[in-house]
């Protein structure tokens, strides 16, 4: 069998987690669904500019180059980010904005588009900093890049013992969310 | 003869000194040795354990007593005796450590590693030989050498002011800061014997006559020459501030004990704030 | 304290912290280092994780003071560990050298990035692989080991405190910026499980004892500063009884001595890991992050029916001479990929010697080198011409 690598790109700013988002998935993919995960963050200019991104590849075997040069998924948590990043998804990709966010530019045909107002949605609860877990939510349920109960067990290894509980409550919000698009479209397709 | 010379009682000192590496590299005349005698002195004197005490020093002349002392001793790189010292005595708090070296070792080369070491009150014992310039490599101008002297990189006079290393030193934190001559031998010893006895950073400067190379080309006649001029122009001021404790040939040249004082050092606050071993509250009082 | 030192389990974590926790699995329990990028989480984590386990941590006023500080600790008898980059590299070059001529147990971490001077901090390189050779004046043998995953920098750690200990030599750990922070699954297996060597210990009486005569594997076995024997340490040339000696013959055989300790033990120091060299025409030589790309390319020409092997490089120093000279002799070409423009690629031709072609995929620093231009390499070796 093909070995087959997924590889997700988080691109944002500096503030909105997008490396703890990265590491998350990573770890929820190493430890919890036995498979090999490498995470990468970007360093360099992009660091000047307040802009931020992490890279995950995720595969059942050894992984190499460890590197997303064209990534499968892309999440974009801020305009820049998406100008930025938008052009290297590939062909046939998932495209996720924070719809509040970002405004998005002409797309390739092919592409998965989702949006989700992770932040908006985060607000809401009274969490403005746990956007990225309500992105991990809906990225989890839309993709299935990681299985759910894995994403889980990485959030309470990751954050602060004191907001596990409201981290948990963003992730299935988010979950939600997805849940309810993905039921959406197949009721359109339909 | 051969047998004769076997029977004769050994010198008091041999059994602080790798006997076997006799004779020493100093120059007669050169104040390097009896310096030495006092630091060896002082041991005796305390009844040291001598496998619990360690002596690591940097390049030049004064850096070689670490090869004639039989204790455990390190002649590390230029400069960074003190940076040594400092891993050694904290892996090991129950050794004490003895740092010798000279002018330009401890404060040219080495400057930085000194204030920092002074600032972390590192417990170790400094003894700083100046003897204001380099002597071992004939004699170039050194962080100690006074305005205007002649040096084989300053030929006509050094343009620079030298430092005040007691005072540095005691700006930096050292709990004990004491200057003496290598004329003032008894109060030398007792005053390495009490800086060996402190916790924390001490620091004593002792000036040492360089006959063969400083004084030559400074015409500062012989040795004996030389420590009369000590004799004549030094003035114990103790616990005066070592600001105003200065090193001038043609004037005053104040020796004494400058500082005694009591502060925590990096291990007492290490073991407070960082392992929470003691009350934090304990360390601050002495701090205070 | 012991269950603190070896936290069993798996984890998701960067290069850096795994180095980390190889060295106090290891038994390291000082650190002295100053902060640098990128290799700053070193310290940062042997900052928490060093009270812990009863050990010290202390960030002096430079690199050249970390490099001083972890000899003197070494020699207290505690295992002593320092990390940095390029620059603080630099800095530390004159005690690597005083550690190697004292035979002092060490390691430094070096998690390269691009040079030289300030360079790129943020990216990486492996641009320092010379200079950790012949980075210190003189005629000397170095170890040094590459990882190329925080789990290698996890084991290589624990394995250079133990070349350390038992040649008595400083160890070279050659990371780089893209192994040190990106995270991957680290497995800390049970404490049982690692192996740990501690140096030798004298126990003839100090009357007499020669410090610095060569043990039977040719490393002298020397006290800890504390033990009663009362020595002399020297970075002046020395003898046996670690007296300085200023004479030629005396410096013939100390050198001798230093480099021979390390030449007639290669055979047990050198790792080394080999992929399809039976079959192979030509093989990819590598070490560290490039060598991630390497495998890649390799896997990906030999689907493309090409009969390509790689070799894996974990101990850069001392160069495996012998097993590249036989490789010369049994392929066309030898291809080194390395983020410098040439270093390494200099032993691989001297090892050849002619006897096959060597090319070189290089990179100025900054990034890895991609897989597709390693794949252009082979195919570049293949279609080349004999070299000379």
Known sequence: MKKRERRIFFTGFGGQGIVMAGDILGRASAIYDGKHA????????????????????ISDEEILYPYVDRPEILICMSQEGYTKHVKNLVDDGTLIWDEDLVRPGKGNKSWNILRVPATRIAEEMGHKMMANIVMLGFLTAVTGVASADAVRQAIKDSVPPATVEANMKAFERGMEYGQAVLKSRSKGNG | MRGKKRELPGHPMDRLLRVDRIPHIWCSGCGIGTIFGGVLAAIQKLDIDLNKLAMVSGIGCTGRMAGYIKVDSFHTTHGRAIPFATGLKLARPDIKVIVASGDGDLFAIGGNHLIHAARRNIDMTVICVNNLNYGMTGGQQAPSTPLGFKTTTTPEGSPEEPFNFCYLAAACGAVYV??????????????????????????????????????????????????????????????????????????????????????????????????????????????? | MRDKAVEKGIYFMNGDHACCEGAIAAGCRFFAGYPITPATEVAERMSIRLPQVGGIYIQMEDEIASMAAILGASWGGVKAMTSTSGPGFSLMMENI????????????????????????????????????????????????????????????????????????????????????????????????EIEIV???????????????????????????????????????????????????????????????????????????????????????????????????????????????????????????????????????????????????????????????????????????????????????????????
């Open chain 1, 38 to 57: 490498t995470m990468t963050q970007n360093y360099g200019p992009e660091a000047r500019g307040g802009a931020c991104s992490s890279q995950v590849i």
């Open chain 2, 178 to 288: 004491a200057r003496w001559t290598a004329l003032h031998i008894r109060l030398l010893t007792n005053s390495i014997a009490e800086a060996l006895q402190k916790k924390g950073f001490t620091f004593i400067e002792i000036l040492c006559p360089c006959p063969s190379v400083f004084g030559r080309r400074n015409k500062m006649g012989n040795a004996l020459e030389t420590l009369k001029l000590y004799h004549d122009r030094s003035v114990i001021k103790n616990e005066i501030d070592p600001k105003e404790a200065g090193i001038d040939l043609f004037g005053e040249i104040v020796v004494g004990k400058f500082v005694d004082r009591e502060r925590p050092t990096f291990i007492d606050y290490y073991r407070s704030i960082v392992c929470h071993e003691t009350p934090e509250d304990n360390v601050i009082r002495i701090a205070r």
């Open chain 3, 97 to 192: 050298g005083l550690g190697v001529c004292t035979e002092t147990p060490c390691v430094i971490c070096n998690v390269q990035r691009a040079g030289p001077s300030t360079g790129l901090p943020t990216n990486v390189a492996q641009g320092d692989m010379m200079q950790a050779r012949w980075g210190s004046h003189g005629h000397y043998e170095i170890i040094a080991l590459s990882p190329s995953s925080p789990q290698e920098m996890f084991d290589m750690t624990i394995l250079a405190f133990n070349l350390s200990e038992e040649y008595r030599i400083p160890v070279l750990i050659m990371a780089d910026e893209v192994v040190g922070h990106m995270n991957e699954r680290v497995v800390i297996p049970d404490i049982e």
């Open chain 3, 198 to 388: 501690n140096r030798a210990k004298p126990h003839a009486p100090p009357e007499g004892y020669l410090p610095y005569r060569p043990g039977p594997n040719g490393v002298p076995i020397l006290p800890n500063c504390g033990d009663g024997y009362r020595i002399h340490v020297t970075g002046l040339t020395h003898d046996e009884r670690g007296y300085p000696v200023m004479t030629a013959d005396a410096q013939a055989q100390m050198v001798e001595h230093l480099v021979n300790k390390i030449v007639l033990n290669r055979e047990k120091i050198i790792k080394t890991t080999s992929f399809y060299l039976d079959d192979a025409e030509v093989v990819v030589i590598s070490y560290g992050i490039t060598f991630r790309s390497a495998r890649s390319a390799v896997e990906q020409i030999r689907e493309a029916g090409v009969r390509a092997g790689l070799l894996k490089l974990d101990t850069v120093w001392p160069f495996p001479e012998e097993l590249v000279r036989s490789l010369a002799r049994n392929v066309k070409a030898l291809v080194v990929a390395e983020i410098n423009l040439g270093q390494m690629v200099r032993e691989v031709e001297r090892c050849a010697a002619g006897r096959c072609r060597v090319h070189l995929v290089p990179h100025h620093g900054g990034a890895v080198i991609r897989p597709e231009r390693i794949i252009e390499g082979i195919r570049a070796a293949l279609k080349r011409k004999r070299n000379r």
